[in-house]
């Protein structure tokens, strides 16, 4: 009779399954379940990202609803059936809890005793300190950000295994670029939307799925950046440089980066195009390091498409400066309203109600107003500068941890670069726009993160020395000095 087993391949507080019988270490039953219950999770939260821009970038409260209820119920069969998935909420506890702390801040305004149900009209809030202008729209904001927090946890435990976030990734920009394809698809013919019209032979930003242009060309630019950091790592893994397969990979990725690159200069976004490209700049960093011909390349292949596909881009970037002088002067009104209320905001979704307090010439006045085109502004308007500082500091926070991890070798370089990227994308954007307020967006940049944030239950990099380019830019020295 064979002795007992136990076979631990990951950290000890996550215990694998135990083998009672001598087969050579052969995966047991429970094992192959445990896996296969990873792989359709993985898959589930690959293909929310892959519709979750069809009704309208889930910019729709029916949309906010029904992914609520399906991520609630796929976290609580996961965490009934695998205390993994526990460990994931411990070992980020800080991470979630921040997240979770901003949903019971917007479920608090919206229970105040002062707040009415229903949209209160703008001028009560004179008569009564309301938390919230608008009790259903704060109870949405809530519902929004508990179902985001969860999402991330779920794609930080599926995620996790060997090669399996890689895997993903790579879904993620396939379904990415096939909206690219669809956007070029959409040239010329009204943007694709039926809210645009193609007027004479004047270009008409191309919009999508979404009802933005800019919420279009964010969602493309997590894409770019996502694929642009696969192409570099096929590129930095030395060990497949003479293997054929990593060269048909990254010859299929540098044809949907270029699908994806045209779609976005056929949005005619300013901002999603400046911000793809400060997002970029990772991976492409780490590209000159160990290529130095693959930046020219790129470079080149960007001219010619903007010469097809940059006509109304350009022509915004040159002669649109009226609006900017608009936006302007909806910042600095936006500014007095942030003034009337710095503590607490006028409540989570109350920006349409709050604006009417300070809507004055200079904006136009024959449209409402629902979004401060600031992301920032919106949230210290909504939330208060303390509590609406707080997302701002999470984003830095992960970011410098999954710095850290790709400077130490405990990250997939290539991974760790479209987090980086992605989070560098939505900060710049944040600025002059709202597409991180957009759902599908939101979802998508958590999914990026969740992917660099996932752990390998292989042996860790850690202990394996790496010259690799990615690690040196990183800061190869501090890396020494952990080992």
């Known amino acids: 009779m064979s002795p007992v087993t136990f076979p631990f391949h990951g950290p000890v507080a996550e215990l694998p399954s135990i083998s009672l019988s001598g087969q050579g270490g052969a995966p047991t039953a429970l094992a192959v379940t445990r896996r296969s219950e990873r792989r359709i999770v993985g898959a589930l939260m690959v293909g929310l990202i892959a519709f979750s821009p069809l009704p309208a970038g889930s910019n729709l409260p ?23 998935y526990t460990q994931v909420w411990m070992r980020h506890r800080a991470l979630f809890a921040t997240g979770l702390g901003l949903a019971m801040f917007a479920l608090f305004q919206s229970l105040w005793p002062g707040a009415a149900v229903g949209d209160a009209p703008a001028r009560f809030w004179a008569d009564q ?38 895997r993903a990734a790579e879904a993620i920009f396939v379904a990415i670029t096939l909206y690219a394809i669809w956007g070029v698809a959409a040239i010329g013919t009204g943007g694709g939307s039926v809210e645009t ?21 964010t969602f493309l630019g997590f894409g770019f950046v996502t694929g642009l950091s696969l192409f570099t790592g096929c590129s930095t893994r030395k060990s497949e440089h003479r293997s054929l397969r990593p060269r048909i990979k990254q010859t299929l990725i540098g044809i949907g980066l270029c699908l994806i690159f045209a779609a976005i200069l056929a949005t005619q976004s300013r901002m999603g195009m400046t911000a793809t490209l400060a997002g970029a700049a990772v991976p492409l960093a780490v590209l000159a390091r160990s290529h130095r011909q693959w930046p020219l390349v790129i470079l080149g292949a ?22 900017l002088s608009t936006r302007w002067q909806l910042y600095q009104q936006v500014q007095g309203l942030i003034a009337a ?52 500091i999470a984003g830095i926070t992960v970011l410098r941890g999954i710095a850290n991890r790709w400077r130490v070798g405990d990250a997939d370089p290539a991974l760790a670069m479209a987090a980086i990227g992605a989070i560098i994308l939505a900060a710049v954007h944040s600025i002059f726009d709202f597409s991180l307020e957009i759902q599908a967006n939101a979802f998508l940049l958590l999914a990026i993160l969740g992917l660099a944030l996932a752990r390998s239950d292989g042996p860790t990099r850690r202990s394996r020395p790496s010259n690799s380019p990615s690690q040196q830019i990183i800061g190869h020295s501090h890396r020494r000095r952990t080992q």
Not at 64 to 81: K, P, Q, T
Not at 146 to 154: G, M, N, R, T
Not at 199 to 216: C, I, L, R
């Open 62 to 84: 029916v949309a906010w609803l029904f992914w609520a209820s399906l991520i609630g119920l796929i976290s609580g069969v996961i965490m009934w059936r695998r205390p993994s």
């Open 197 to 217: 019209a193609l007027v004479g032979q004047k270009p008409v930003p191309v919009t999508g799925p979404f009802t933005n242009h800019n919420a279009f060309a």
């Open 302 to 323: 960007g001219i010619i498409m903007i010469a097809l596909f940059g006509q109304g881009l350009t022509e915004r970037f040159l002669f649109s400066s009226s609006s």
């Open 129 to 166: 300190y309301l938390l919230t202008l608008s009790q259903s729209d704060s109870v949405f904001a809530a519902v929004r950000i508990a179902s985001s927090v969860v999402f991330l946890s779920l794609c930080i435990w599926a995620f996790a295994g060997p090669g399996r976030a890689r």
């Open 341 to 392: 209320r710095p503590l607490t905001g006028f409540g989570a979704g109350s920006f349409p109600l709050a604006f009417e307090l300070v809507h004055a010439p200079g904006v136009s006045s024959d449209v409402v107003w629902t979004r401060a085109h600031s992301t920032y502004l919106t949230l210290w308007s909504e939330y208060g500068l303390l509590i609406g500082s707080i997302p701002i």
